[in-house]
């Protein structure tokens, strides 16, 4: 149990586009989700931390007009790199908790965003 | 807010010797320290982890002490295996809302 997906894994567009990633908890509720950015062979970077109904909290530095954080449902976080830049492409991570009491992480799969 | 450190961030071990990788952090709120094995282009595993009303914590050959007076804390791998190469992350959470990744170790064991 506890599997959390993201889609697309991969993800090519063009400079001045919108991307949308998704990432969903397909076995169990997520309580909170949180967004990640990974550079090549660099550490996990926190952008955001989202609960189901209300507004994410950004990280500071993280710009929260670029990367839209909606957390619709209990399964269900989206992130989306609006306006892309070649700057923004990177690895994206989400992860979920699966209970309000529980620390433990469960991360998706990644999403290789590439803006051109 | 929250600051990880992890040392070394590269490793080199024979086959069958331990690996040990140590972190430190600047909150003294942390409570919780999990670590993370991240194979390339995969997504990141839970491997161990331990609050910080325990200081030790074992799990086959996998161990994690925490010092919570000098604010650190390390993970043991004993007898690695060349199936253990992979990038360890460590990461402290006062609140669990918030985890603040090191910034990993590339383990390499040699057969």
């Known amino acids: 149990g506890a599997v959390v997906s993201q889609h697309p894994s991969w993800v090519i567009c063009k400079s001045g586009t919108s991307v949308k990633i998704e990432c969903r908890s397909l076995d169990f509720q997520a309580t909170t989700m949180f967004w990640y950015r990974q550079f090549p062979k660099q550490s996990l970077m926190l952008m955001a931390t989202?609960?189901?109904?209300?507004?994410?909290?950004?990280e500071q530095g993280v710009e929260k007009d670029k990367f839209l954080i909606n957390h619709a449902s209990l399964t269900l976080s989206t992130l989306t790199v609006t306006s892309a830049h070649p700057e923004d492409s990177s690895f994206y991570i989400c992860?979920?908790?699966?209970?309000?009491?529980?620390?433990?992480?469960?991360f998706g799969p990644g999403t290789r965003l590439t803006v051109t | 807010g929250e600051n990880v450190e992890q040392h070394p961030s590269t490793l080199s071990v024979q086959e069958g010797d331990s690996a040990v990788i140590k972190c430190t952090y600047s909150?003294?709120?942390?409570?919780?320290f999990p670590w993370y094995k991240q194979e390339l282009g995969k997504r990141p595993q839970l491997i161990i982890d331990i609050r910080s009303n325990v200081g030790e914590k074992k799990d086959q050959r996998i161990a994690v002490t925490l010092n919570k007076t000098a604010k650190h804390f390390s993970l043991h791998i004993t007898e690695t295996q060349p199936e253990d190469s992979a990038v360890y992350f460590c990461?402290?959470?006062?609140?669990?809302?918030?985890?603040?990744f090191g910034t990993g170790t590339s383990l390499t064991v040699i057969p």
């Open positions: 990461a402290a959470s006062s609140t669990g809302n918030q985890f603040y």
């Open positions: 989202s609960n189901e109904g209300s507004k994410a909290t950004y």
């Open positions: 909150d003294s709120a942390s409570n919780y």
């Open positions: 992860s979920a908790n699966r209970l309000a009491s529980s620390y433990e992480q469960y």
